[in-house]
């Protein structure tokens, strides 16, 4: 490339108008391609779908939304649109509740997969030369192998170091100058502590620069303590099984919202129960199709995630559109004395308060046919754990805050620092114990 800023010149710095050129012949070739499968050539035709109709990127709302349902009902091949032995990649996405479901790769969509996490990564900065420490589960998980084959397209020494075994995280982070990270955002609060104990100042001892964050929901504030400990940028970074992993929204150096790569995934924002598309800068369900994907286009996908498009254009001059923070998948919310709440809206404001610790659970029981939500919060570790009156200040410090911002008043418990259980990966935030 002759830009430096750029990985994929030719996609990144595209105008709207190029892009939406090549959205309409991605999608007119993607329709084509998905008749094949079992899934889509049974719904076109059930639905009375004429793929010659669609005459602009907006008539995709002609045709009909996908769901998690869907895909396990065709579980395994029902979606597949090559023959089974042109696939080379298996993932199987666990979700969270009830049956799995299978996400197959081609070779090209393999490349394709990798490219876009290099150019992520490298519109954050990372260069070749880099080290890269992957600090996320293989296997099954898209995590894994989808940073793993960003990593190296992009030219970074690449350590699959894979989740847990903290010390000795740390310890490869040390030995080998690792200046890229790709980390849960539980695991890099978690890893904090430990990093203090074995007496490691990371602004000191390490050379980290950059961490890609995500595949679960955090708040800014989040991204703060972790900035501030490691001394590093956060980069925020979505994406799901469904369309291929991670690579699928990512920030640039403004930090200001993640760039949904749109010459790989057409991006629509709809309300979730009317269905129709929200207006550019209000909230809903995203919906995303695939315009790269080989082996197994998937149309209209409802990812249940909440999010909105920030308007307006972002100053690294990328036409692509912005999402802004998952608020969380619509599963998350749940319904507390009438008021509708996300856990990450309690973890915002634990978060803010400094004598909080890493680790939070909230628990809803319901006691006397009353719901009730307990808020089990780790103090930090320079809070002195005998000293009540000072435990209590802070208890009545966390509960005033919880109230003011969610409008119900939890009941707030502190424990002890590293005293609340953790995941191998993606942190379980709420426990509902109620009975419906
Ligand atoms: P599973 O469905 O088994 O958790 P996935 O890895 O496919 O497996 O999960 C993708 C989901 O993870 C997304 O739909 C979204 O809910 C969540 N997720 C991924 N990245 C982020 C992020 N940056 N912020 C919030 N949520 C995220
Ligand atoms: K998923
Ligand atoms: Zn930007």
């Not at 830009?3 to 070739?29: G, T």
């Not at 391609?33 to 709302?61: N, Q």
């Not at 890893?191 to 100042?201: A, K, T």
């Not at 640039?252 to 598309?277: F, N, R």
Request: charge should be neutral; glycine fraction near 8%; proline fraction near 5%.
């Amino acid at each position: 490339t002759t830009n430096n800023q750029y990985w994929d010149e030719s996609s990144e710095a595209i105008s709207r108008s190029d892009l939406e050129a090549l959205q309409l012949d991605r999608l007119k070739l993607t329709l084509q391609h998905a008749s094949l499968s079992h899934f889509y050539k049974k719904k076109f035709s059930e639905e009375g779908v004429d793929i010659s109709s669609i005459k602009s990127v907006r008539d995709i709302r002609k045709l009909p939304f996908t769901t998690k349902q869907d895909l396990r009902d065709e579980y395994p091949y029902g979606f597949l649109c090559v023959p089974k032995e042109r696939l080379v990649r298996l993932h199987v996405s666990s979700g969270t509740t009830g049956q799995a479901t299978a996400i197959f790769y081609t070779r090209a969509d393999l490349e394709t997969w990798a490219d876009l996490l290099a150019r992520c990564m490298y519109m954050a900065g990372a260069r070749p030369g880099d080290t890269f420490q992957n600090l996320t589960g293989y296997g099954l998980f898209t995590g894994g192998l989808g940073f793993h084959y960003g990593a190296e397209r992009l030219g970074m020494l690449t350590i699959p170091a894979g989740a847990g075994n903290s010390k000795r995280q740390i310890q490869l982070m040390k030995d080998f100058s690792t200046n890229v990270i790709h980390i849960i955002p539980s695991y890099a609060l978690l890893l904090m502590p430990i990093m203090s104990e074995m007496g490691i100042d990371p602004r000191r001892d390490l050379k980290l620069r950059i961490a890609c964050v995500g595949a679960e929901p955090y708040s800014e504030e989040v991204r703060r303590r972790i900035e501030d400990f490691y001394g590093i940028r956060v980069y925020n970074s979505y994406g799901l099984s469904e369309m291929n992993g991670p690579g699928v929204a990512f920030e640039c150096p403004h930090q200001s919202g993640m760039h949904i790569w749109e010459d790989a995934y057409l991006v629509e924002v709809i309300h979730p129960k009317t269905l129709e598309p929200v207006p550019d800068g209000e909230y809903g369900e995203l919906v995303l199709t695939t315009l790269k994907r080989e082996g197994m286009p998937v149309i209209r996908y409802r990812t249940k995630d909440l999010t909105r498009i920030i308007p307006g254009e972002c100053e690294c001059g990328r036409v692509h559109k912005r999402l802004d923070r998952m608020q969380g998948r619509s599963d998350d919310m749940f319904i507390l004395k009438g008021v509708n709440i996300f856990p990450v809206q309690v973890e915002q404001v634990l978060m803010n308060i400094p004598e909080v610790g890493n680790n939070y659970v909230i628990v809803l029981r319901q006691e006397n046919n009353i719901d009730n939500m307990i808020v089990r919060v780790e103090v930090n570790d320079k809070i002195f754990v005998e000293d009540m009156r000072q435990l209590q200040r802070i208890q009545k410090k966390i509960t005033h805050d919880l109230k003011g911002e969610l409008l119900v008043t939890p009941q707030v418990e502190l424990v002890e620092p590293n005293s609340l259980p953790r995941a191998e990966g993606k942190a379980v935030r709420l426990i509902d114990e109620r009975k419906f």
